[in-house]
Nanobody
Framework: QLQLVESGGGLVQPGGSLRLSCAASGFTLDYYAITWFRQAPGKEREGFSC????????NYADSVKGRFTISRDNAANTVYLQMNSLKPEDTAVYYC???????????????????WGQGTQVTVSS
């Protein structure tokens, strides 16, 4: 079964950091752009960061720009999201998904994706 598996979430205080991982199961990430999405309680799921197939392009929503960094390690078949200076409004379930058309490489943050995982909960609270 082709799937992405997210991990690394947890409870953190405002101003803290977390690193999320997005690992591929059943396929190789090398050929795919990846988007990180999040869904806060009562809100729609939104894409906020992506990395192109080559890793040469990364895009961020204004809400996370300067605080979050996306990267990929193809040898580890994993994409990472380093989240710093976390705020309570970052509280959400975080998902990663494949961007099959590599829209990220064209400068966009996709609103849709493939091969969803179960997500990982990030809670920012004191």
């Amino acid at each position: 079964q082709l799937q992405l598996v997210e991990s690394g979430g947890g409870l953190v205080q405002p101003g803290g950091s977390l690193r999320l991982s997005c690992a591929a199961s059943g396929f190789t990430l090398d050929y795919y752009a990846i988007t990180w999405f999040r869904q806060a309680p009562g809100k729609e799921r939104e894409g906020f960061s992506c990395i192109s197939t080559s890793g040469g392009s990364t895009n961020y929503a204004d809400s996370v720009k300067g605080r979050f960094t996306i990267s990929r390690d193809n040898a580890a078949n994993t994409v990472y999201l380093q989240m710093n200076s976390l705020k309570p409004e970052d509280t959400a379930v975080y998902y990663c998904a494949v961007d099959p058309m590599d829209l990220c490489g064209l400068g966009s943050i996709p609103s849709r994706g493939d091969y969803w995982g179960q997500g990982t909960q990030v809670t920012v609270s004191s």
